[in-house]
């Protein structure tokens, strides 16, 4: 089956190949509907065109020729501008057309205060204050709280915050509590 289809294939591309070259070396050249320039033709005339040269007089002239018809941005989809109608400024950026890009999330902000951290000696496994209003915790690495943040790391100066349905993080730095002042008479 397979040499049946072998010997096809070589019987069509001889075909082809008589083909071209019967046209190529017999002068069958002719194409349909395009018109061939014989030598034996007879109405050919050449341009009689003694000194072949450059007419410098002919490029000066249009060098010196101003474009007249509209100036138009074709990179810029709308009408085109009217003769007479005001033409914006050139240092004026076209106005923006296509799908504006949204604004970027704000800032991750939490809410209350660190205020400090301890480390035990054995492992270095640290742990951190947060308060928020009278509600002290004490968080490890890797603790969430308030219901979509989590506690990153623990450095001395500051903690790292993820929100964990976006992703976002921020750095919280430490801070110094305000130093409780007894009000007792």
Not at 30 to 51: K, W, Y
Request: charged content about 20%.
């Amino acid at each position: 089956m397979k040499k049946n289809v072998q010997i096809y294939v070589l019987v069509a591309l001889g075909i082809v190949l008589v083909y071209v070259g019967y046209t190529t070396f017999f002068g069958r050249n002719d194409v349909p509907g395009i018109s061939s320039v014989n030598a034996s033709d007879t109405n050919f005339q050449p341009l009689d065109v003694q000194e072949p040269q450059l007419r410098l007089d002919l490029l000066a002239r249009i060098q010196k020729s101003e474009y007249s018809g509209t100036h138009r941005n074709v990179f810029l989809i709308g009408p085109i501008a009217q003769p007479g109608a005001p033409v914006a400024p050139k240092n004026v950026p076209p106005p923006f057309v296509g799908p504006r890009m949204p604004p970027p999330p704000p800032p991750l902000q939490v809410p209350g205060e660190f205020f400090g951290y301890a480390q035990t000696r054995s492992n270095s496994h640290r742990v951190a204050f947060y308060k928020n209003g009278d509600d002290v915790s004490v968080l490890e690495e890797g603790d969430k709280f308030l219901g979509g943040l989590r506690l990153l790391h623990i450095s001395d100066n500051s903690v790292e915050i993820e929100e964990v349905a976006s992703g976002r993080r921020t750095s919280v730095p430490m801070t110094q509590p305000a130093p409780e002042q007894n009000q007792n008479p």
